[in-house]
């Protein structure tokens, strides 16, 4: 059975600047499953923010999409209903599917929520709007929904104001109105970079538990490797608008086969990295304005081969789940091997994972 | 405290000692913030001292105590065996203007967006009147900009033609062209991506070798701060609640906040990580009072704030 509750084909987007057109995603393919987390990792500047956007409509006024098509299919009881969000008129996407089957959590809370309405009034506008519920039923739901995500003595909280919260409480208030109105998809942007890793982890237990209750499928969009880890299913990697790698989480993690995963993986130190040089992807993420002729990432790669400057790599198949854009994979391609460090660390990691 | 007790292992004294730091900040006459309570640390040459810690514990601001940017309200601060904390002397001003430098989190408010990179890098020298003519100033410019990675073309272009990484190679040359003996690192990789993070961690490290100058390595992120530091200090709501070599903190961490912070670093090895859970730290609830505490010996370079009957619980599983 077809669990595909997302589908992103073939999508393109432009923005009109000052200095020119901007390519930011040049035909991204996503697939996201019932009940699954998928987490989208890059660098900034590589389209992940943008995607999301997109899926919610909220690309900014320059920003125009150039090709393909997001669907949405919505479980209405035992039926499955097909929308077609690009397609579908601002309004009725508005009052349909933003915030009532597809909910958003941004990264910087303080920015999110409005400084001049209490909580509880942000926390009801929602379900008034969306599930026609009285002041009071929205009021006790939104008690229900703070207590859900982890604030203590909500009745007294549900009057304070975004600046009488941490961060850590103001990013749990952002979720429970995310949660709100029950959504199918949480879109999560780099929910906990504002946020210190002790609060981290647990905004990231968090949203786990709540997605197992709730049944939700969650997109993620993070650049640390170590959230990715932790909460995703499959992830997707992407670079100057393309994905170049995507797989299960244990593909990637012990797998990866695009050099600019290995780049990822091994430039992020884990507790036990020690020696005297980090691994690091040499020079900046590409200007995206204008043609990329070839690989994107040849520049930055090491193991770039001639072909790579001349034709874009497609999609090769690794595994049934695994898949990766580099010509690294082409049968013709020499055999190169991931870089020493990265492969040490995969071995550590699997001897812990026969320990525990 | 004897005076060899003070020598780091190959025999030199601290390069910068603060004892019983305390920086108040006035909000209103009946409020005051106690950002730093009695934090003592020593820094020796050629070491990095990394300074963790969630927002708020005031990590950065015993930074800014340390290079003066702050008056101190109590507590003592040596550098190069001068004190640094009361009022400053015209020399020791110079001294501590020239031989600490720091280098800031955000690369683009901390550059001059109306001045051209030389004129950033050799506002020091300026200042300083360290040169004898302009062309031994651009000379020294363009050196500097050589060894942290730019070209001598940069030298003429303005911040904002530079991209976040290239912007705080800028910050560090301007940092290191007054040649310091110690560098405050405020969470200056904590802004940039992960590939760029890397390529400024390995810059610094390359320096540290060439030059033996320390570092004050103030971050959020425990897993940089464990590759780049050779001793660490965790602080928490103003207090230094544990410091020690970096094998000490964390093969054997034993304060409740020090354990809760290591184990909240996500591990990015998927297995492990989806079965984990993080240790949760709530001060209130576990009645500690950081005040009752003081920072006690437990071996080598391993210290930990705690009262009497603490100290026995944390250090007897050890």
Redesign the interface.
């Known amino acids: 059975m077809d669990d595909t509750i997302l589908s992103i084909q073939n999508l393109a987007i432009e923005f009109q600047t000052s200095s020119g057109t901007v390519k930011a995603i040049r035909g991204v393919d996503l697939r996201l499953r019932r009940g699954e987390t998928l987490a989208i990792v890059g ?2 500047g590589s389209g992940k923010s943008v995607t999301v956007k997109a899926v919610m409509g909220i690309l900014s006024g320059n920003g125009r999409v150039t090709s393909g098509s997001i669907e949405f299919r919505a479980a209405q009881g035992e039926a499955v209903e097909k929308l077609d969000l690009l397609n579908m008129p601002r309004k009725a996407r508005r009052s349909a599917v933003n915030g009532k089957r597809i909910a958003m959590v941004f990264q910087d809370p303080m920015t999110s929520l409005n400084p001049v309405l209490s909580i509880g009034s942000q926390l009801t506008e929602g379900m008034r709007l969306h599930l026609k519920l009285s002041k009071m039923e929205a009021r006790s739901r939104a008690i229900e929904l703070l207590n859900l995500v982890g604030i203590p003595e909500p009745e007294k909280r549900i009057k304070n104001y975004p600046h009488q919260l941490s ?1 850590g409480m103001r990013q749990r208030v952002v979720i429970a109105i995310a949660l709100a109105c029950g959504p199918d998809i949480l879109i999560c942007d780099e929910p906990t970079t504002a946020l ?7 905004i ?2 968090l949203i786990q538990s709540l997605q197992r209750k709730m049944g939700l499928s969650v997109l993620y969009i993070t ?8 909460v ?1 299913d499959t992830v997707a990697v992407m670079y100057a608008g393309k994905i170049v790698e995507r797989g299960t ?2 593909d990637i ?1 012990y797998d990866a086969r695009h050099p600019y995963t290995w ?3 091994s ?5 036990e ?2 020696g ?7 020079g ?2 590409p200007n995206m304005l204008g043609e990329i002729q070839g690989d994107a990432f040849a520049a930055r790669n090491r193991f770039a081969l001639n072909i790579d400057n001349r034709v874009e790599p497609p999609m090769f198949r690794v595994s049934d789940t695994h898949e990766a854009a580099t010509w690294l994979l082409h049968e013709n391609a020499p055999r190169l091997q991931m870089p020493p460090a990265l492969r040490e660390r995969i071995e550590r ?1 699997r001897k ?2 026969n320990a ?1 | 405290m004897n005076d060899k007790s003070i020598l780091n292992a190959a025999g030199q004294p601290p390069l910068l000692e603060v004892e019983n730091l305390r920086q108040y900040f006035r909000i209103s006459r009946r409020q005051t913030i106690k950002a730093v309570d009695g934090v003592t640390f020593r820094i020796y040459p050629n070491e990095t001292y990394g300074l963790v810690g ?2 708020g514990s005031g990590k950065s601001t015993i930074g800014r105590s340390v290079i003066r940017l702050y008056e101190p309200t109590a507590g003592s601060i040596t550098f190069r065996g001068r004190d640094v904390s009361g009022r400053l002397s015209a020399d020791d001003e110079k001294m501590l203007h020239t031989r600490m430098q720091m280098i800031f989190q955000d690369p683009m408010s901390s550059l001059n967006p109306r001045k051209k990179v030389v004129d950033i890098v050799a506002q020091g020298l300026d200042i300083h009147r360290s040169y004898a003519s302009r062309a031994e100033r651009s000379e020294k410019v363009f050196a500097m900009l050589e060894k942290v990675g730019l070209s001598r073309d940069h030298a003429n272009r303005y911040p904002h033609q530079f ?1 976040g ?2 912007r705080q190679r800028i910050g560090i040359a301007r940092a290191l062209i007054q040649n310091p003996d110690l560098i405050i690192a405020d969470e200056a990789i904590s802004a940039l ?7 400024i ?2 810059l610094m ?1 390359a320096i540290q070798k060439e030059t033996h100058t320390s570092y004050l390595f103030i971050a ?5 701060v ?2 780049l530091s050779d001793r660490i200090g965790v602080l928490h709501l103003g207090h230094l609640v544990e410091t020690g070599s970096k094998e000490e903190i ?1 093969k054997n961490p034993l304060h409740p906040y020090t354990k ?16 984990r ?2 240790a ?2 709530d001060v209130r609830a576990s009645g500690i009072d950081y005040e009752k505490g003081s920072l006690r010996h437990v071996e080598g370079t391993h210290f930990l704030l705690a009262a009497d009957d603490e100290f026995k619980r944390w250090t007897k599983g050890a």
């Open positions: 660098e900034s961060g210190d890793v002790t609060i981290q982890a647990r990231l237990e650049h640390d490797l170590g959230v990715v880890a932790k995703a989480v244990n993690f780049g990822l993986l430039a992020m130190p884990d507790l990295t020690s005297d040089e980090l691994y690091t992807i040499p900046t993420p990691m812990e994972n525990s | 969630e927002s991209s990484g290239q991506d992960v590939s760029i993070q890397a390529q961690v390995n490290r959020h992120d425990l897993s940089m464990k590759y964390f809760s912070l290591i184990s909240a670093i996500p591990h990015p090895n998927p297995i492990v990580e989806k079965k859970s993080a949760i730290y």
